[in-house]
């Protein structure tokens, strides 16, 4: 199984904070990554794709990076929408999913 | 545009089957990938397995024994049973499209609203 292993578990910030949540894998994934977000009481939601890609419809602000074992989500300029629980996912073996980054207030 | 709802009870005692249904509009269930992903109260998500477009099935392993899912296609759904449940099997369920990359289906979207069940006698 591949393990996805998210860091930190919670951060606090304010509006217009830029924000990185990384993600790393147990093994070689190469760009097999997608990130998702999730609000209360609401279903996930594709972000980005392929380590880097913007899905359709989603802001600017956010970008993916990294290869191999090593990725980051990044919140240029965080926006009271933002605050949510974001998810980094694996698809080279199967899915899996990281435990969570919290995105609170500060 | 492409929208999931499921469907099911909410109580399932222990034991039992857990079954449930996602009825997909906007599109055939005959022409993508489709999945089911669990997240327990205050956890992360699982993924559960999904149905290919010709029909064929993959589960996770750690739940593969348990777990059929299965389409029928004149109603255009996508069901779900889970066998044997215990409490450890209380989450809210999703089911969700998948995504091609690369030839590929790799990523979970869009995504039903989700329907809660806890197991208790």
């Known amino acids: 199984d591949i393990q996805m292993t998210q860091s930190p578990s919670s951060v606090s910030a304010s509006v217009g904070d830029r924000v990185t949540i990384t993600c790393r894998a147990s093994q070689y994934i190469s760009t097999w990554v997608a990130w998702y977000q999730q609000k209360p009481g609401q279903a996930p939601k594709l972000l980005i794709f392929?380590?880097?890609n913007l899905q359709s419809g989603v802001p600017s602000r956010f970008s993916g990076s990294g290869s191999e074992t090593e990725f980051t989500l990044t919140i240029s300029s965080l926006q009271p929408e933002d605050f949510a629980t974001y998810y980094c996912q694996q698809a080279n073996s199967l899915y899996t999913f990281g435990q969570g980054t919290k995105v609170e207030v500060k | 545009q492409v929208q999931l709802q499921e469907s099911g009870p909410g109580l399932v005692r222990p034991s039992e089957t857990l079954s449930l249904t996602c009825s997909v509009s906007g599109a055939s269930i005959k022409t993508n990938y489709w999945n089911w992903i669990r997240q327990p109260p205050g956890k992360g998500l699982e993924w559960i397995g999904y149905i290919s477009r010709s029909g064929g099935t993959k589960y996770n392993p750690s739940l593969e024994s348990r777990v059929t899912i299965s389409v029928d296609a004149s109603k255009n759904q996508l069901s779900l049973k889970l066998t044997s449940v215990t409490a450890a099997d209380t989450a809210v369920y999703y089911c969700?499209?998948?995504?091609?990359?690369?030839?590929?289906?790799?990523?979970?979207?869009?995504w039903g609203q989700g329907t809660p069940v806890t197991v208790s006698s």
């Open positions: 392929g380590a880097s």
């Open positions: 969700a499209g998948g995504v091609d990359w690369k030839l590929f289906s790799a990523w979970f979207d869009p």
